[in-house]
């Protein structure tokens, strides 16, 4: 069965001097050799939308040995499906070839997900082995056209995000499609369509097959991307934050905060950690831990107790090392920022994750107004100078904690040979 002909629309809101010049220079090597080349996907969807696009990739009829031999800054990469990373200037750009929607070279795993995919097509072929239709629109730097086999157009216009082909099948080769729908509609305030959303209860459960890697990585594109509030509260409202954290309360108004937190962080290109947002999401897990443990502020069984919390996590999303780290650190912060005790404020001051600790307990205080009034009074140390901070420091109530004093030992001691020394 033969595809039919695609719209070609002249008329249309991007400007060529919003494109990537790079990504036009690729185009048009490509071109230039003899092969057929379009700028693809997300650039062109977000240009549409009046977004700037992040990545500008790029879907040729070139195999990717071919695009290797042309771009001597090049190199191939990918198991499922080879693809082409061509660096142009100091710009990475994706180079993919055209490939078929349908056909018998399918590799699938038990749980019925693509695993290998390496029957090339032609530019039809193409835009109907995609997920959707948004993400299907092809752009001729040339002729300053775009191709449009799906409707893409016209889901734009409607901001509507579809699949191409059967939902169920879509998702059933890749559950993760459904994320991926969430972080669409967050990030283009477009609505996920009805046929897609009946089927998010299943498509919930089939994540457990889903690489722990790749989750962890989606995770990054849902709420680091500078629409995570919007991401969670369509998630929230589904089966889907249960599976990816299991332990969060998905109405919580300190999760809520944080996404709105480092969704302004990132519109003010400041610094953003993956690891202070899954200290908040697992926080209500081990704060339980805690409590029902008693620790006592025992550094050593707050530590059990962190690890434990991300251990469960792991099962679920593999949270790399250095950010597991840095939620446990900012955990175990919590009781010393609360205690204030004088003798050891200058070294909680001085710790590393002081500021991250601090911004925890001011989202905690939402919640709690006596530790609200404590964020207050660290926010105002901050403000002093050493003096001062000293005076705030003076003022503090004693904890009625001493050190005790070491008693001496019996023994055959050399003469004049201190405890110290010996």
Not at 7 to 13: A, F, G, N
Not at 268 to 282: N, R
């Amino acid at each position: 069965m033969s595809n039919p002909p695609p719209q070609r629309i002249d008329d249309h809101i991007i400007n060529r001097d919003d494109l990537d010049n790079h990504a036009v220079e690729v185009v048009r090597t490509l071109k230039g050799a003899g092969f057929e080349a379009y700028l693809v996907g997300g650039c062109v969807r977000d240009l549409l939308c009046q977004m700037k696009p992040k990545d500008f990739d790029v879907a040729t009829n070139a195999t990717p040995t071919e695009v290797r031999t042309l771009f001597r800054r090049s190199r191939l990469i990918g198991r499922r499906f080879p693809i082409a990373h061509v660096r142009s200037g100091r710009e990475l750009f994706e180079v993919s070839t055209f490939r078929q929607a349908q056909h018998d070279d399918i590799e699938t795993n038990e749980h019925g997900l693509i695993v290998k995919d390496t029957a090339y097509g032609t530019a039809a072929d193409d835009a109907f082995r995609r997920d959707f239709t948004i993400n299907a629109l092809y752009y001729d730097v040339e002729s300053h056209e775009i191709i449009d086999y799906v409707g893409g157009i016209e889901d734009i216009v409607n901001k509507r995000l579809r699949f191409i082909g059967d939902p169920a099948d879509r998702l059933a080769e890749d559950p993760v499609r459904m994320l991926r729908a969430i972080r669409f509609a967050a990030k283009l305030g477009f609505r996920i369509d009805d046929d897609i959303m009946a089927l998010v209860d299943d498509t919930a459960e089939r994540l457990d097959a889903i690489p722990g890697a790749r989750l962890f990585d989606e995770f990054l594109k849902l709420f680091l991307s500078g629409y995570g509030e919007a991401a969670w509260q369509l998630l929230s409202s589904t089966p889907l934050a249960h599976s990816l954290f299991p332990s969060c309360d998905p109405d919580s108004e300190i999760v809520q905060a944080a996404m709105r937190n480092t969704d302004q962080r990132i519109a003010q290109d400041q610094p953003v950690t993956p690891g202070f947002l899954i200290a908040v999401l697992l926080w209500a897990d081990f704060d339980a831990r805690s409590r029902e443990a008693n620790p006592e502020n025992k550094a050593g069984l707050v530590y059990d107790i962190a690890t434990d919390t991300l251990a469960v996590q792991q099962q679920h999303i593999a949270i790399p090392r250095r950010f597991s780290t840095f939620a446990r650190e900012v955990w175990q912060l919590q009781p010393r920022l609360i205690v204030r005790q004088p003798r050891n404020i200058r070294r909680v001051l001085s710790h590393k994750r002081f500021r991250a600790a601090f911004d925890f307990l001011c989202l905690r205080g939402l919640q709690d107004e006596a530790l609200a009034e404590l964020g207050q009074w660290w926010e105002t140390l901050q403000t002093l100078e050493r003096d001062d901070q000293q005076a705030m420091i003076d003022a503090l109530p004693s904890t009625g904690k001493r050190r005790r004093s070491r008693r001496k030992r019996s023994g055959n001691r050399p003469s004049g040979t201190t405890q110290q020394e010996s």
